[in-house]
């Protein structure tokens, strides 16, 4: 037996592959692997999961973005490459992990801003589906290149996509590998807006500051109600919209909002440009 304390073995520093840091009431996460051009391990799907989850207080609105000259390369591929001849069960666990951590993200506590920029690509594109504002940088290009690598997405993808772009355009996009610039994928809806390079994450950060100023009830029924109004049938959606609406415009805050417009002491709506 050696004499004296074991050494610990010598840890490296190992960057995280997702950073979080509260400016005021923005919460900002970066997606942290330029070198891996954002590639997607379950470590980083777990912080996301981790940050949407349980946000610190006082955030009021999110804005994801990428390091370096992308937003995500999707997948990390050495995530699936090793897996055996009977992992079928693992990767269902695996898909689910990812659907775990991004309905966090499109139903959790924040509206959530995305910033788009050179590849966003399967997975990447399917952790942009799952924001609720995307703004793409001039020279942003999504690919679901899942078809070349023999697989299928898994991260909520197949419903998410086709609800912003339609079936036909994403199974195009699967089939062929096809993909689409900036302008191309605004004009189909995968963002709704399209930024010079390089500025994104001012435009978003400006977008997350109006968010930020609303009322939180309205931010929680466009985030809560609105989809699942938008998805279910009309009687339904009738219903549970004038269930929000009367929860909404009896909140304190709705109320003194109105009674500042009507004493000419709010902004009023103005025309774009
Ligand atoms: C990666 C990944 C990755 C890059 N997993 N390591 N996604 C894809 O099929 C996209 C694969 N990536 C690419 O097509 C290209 O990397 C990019 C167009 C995104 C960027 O090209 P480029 O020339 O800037 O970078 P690069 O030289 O290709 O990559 C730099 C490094 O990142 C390199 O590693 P290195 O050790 O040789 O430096 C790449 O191997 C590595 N890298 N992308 C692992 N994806 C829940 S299911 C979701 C299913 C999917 O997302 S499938 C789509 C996967």
Redesign the pocket.
């Known amino acids: 037996m050696s004499e004296g304390r074991p050494v610990p073995l010598q840890q490296p520093a190992v960057k995280p592959p997702v950073s979080v840091r509260l400016e005021g009431d923005i919460l900002f996460v970066t997606l942290s692997r330029p070198?891996?051009?954002n590639?997607l391990n379950a470590e980083a799907i777990g912080a996301l999961e981790r940050t949407f989850a349980a946000p610190p207080a006082g955030a009021r609105v999110a804005v994801i973005s990428g390091e370096g000259d992308?937003f995500s390369?999707?997948?990390?591929?050495?995530d699936l490459s090793e897996g055996g001849d009977n992992d079928v069960m693992a990767g269902i666990a695996h898909?689910m992990m990812?659907h775990h951590a991004f309905q966090y993200i499109e139903r959790g506590q924040l509206p959530v801003v995305s910033v788009l920029k050179g590849?966003v690509?399967?997975?990447g594109l399917?952790l942009a589906a799952a924001t609720h504002v995307r703004v793409a940088e001039e020279n942003a290009f999504y690919a679901l290149?899942?078809g070349q690598?023999g697989?299928f997405?898994?991260?909520g993808g197949s419903v998410r996509i086709p609800r912003l772009i339609g079936a036909a355009r994403m199974a195009d996009m699967m089939l062929t590998g096809r993909t689409y610039d900036a302008a191309g994928g605004m004009a189909a809806g995968l963002s709704q807006y399209v930024v010079p390079a390089g500025s994104g994450l001012a435009k978003a950060t400006e977008l997350a500051r109006a968010i930020a100023g609303n009322a939180p009830m309205t931010n929680f029924a466009v985030v809560q109600a609105l989809p699942r109004i938008a998805e279910t049938d009309a009687p339904a959606g009738f219903l549970m919209e004038a269930l929000m609406s009367a929860i909404a415009q009896n909140d304190a805050e709705a109320k003194a909002r109105m009674r500042a417009f009507l004493d000419k002491k709010a902004a009023k709506v103005r025309a774009p440009g």
Do not use: T
């Open positions: 070198e891996k051009r590639a992308h390369a999707g997948l990390d591929l050495s898909s990812w590849a690509v399967g997975g399917e290149p899942e690598r697989i997405v898994g991260g």
